[in-house]
């Protein structure tokens, strides 16, 4: 007889119980203490790995990032309106939308006003009936030519530079 002392449920020993057949797999899976604090380890590291590569793609996607800046993509500063001969007499609102001015042309004179409230930044709007710009957020009025006359605007509305390539004819 073998040292093992458990029952085989084999053709030539047909008494023997199932529990008794299952019970040699359950002793071959016991582990021993070290195979049991490798598996703890193999647990430990994984979770490290994951940290140390979860903080580098972060701090990679943060270095691509950097290639794509914030930055505000505003209408240049310096643009063409064409000739006075474009225009005709009175308040010309064709750049407004695009880069915030209003061209004013008057018989002998041609200048160009920023469209922004001098009191907190906002667009006034211009209300031909009345001859007067006038701003929709705290109610400060400036004439045709800029100039503030009601409301708590500080000063008149900043005129644009004319360059020389545009003369007046
Ligand atoms: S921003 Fe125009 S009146 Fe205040």
Redesign the pocket.
Known sequence: MPENSEAKATPSNPGATPAAASAKPAAAKAETPTQVNQQINKGRRRVVWACIWGYLGVNFLMFLRFFFPRALYEPNTQFNIGYPADFGLGIDQRYLMTNRVWVVKEPDRLFVIFAR??????T?EWKPAENKFK??????GYDSEGMNFE???PRPMDRALLAPLVAFN
């Open positions: 409230c001098t009191h907190f930044g906002c006034p701003c929709p957020c705290h109610g400060s409301g708590p605007a």
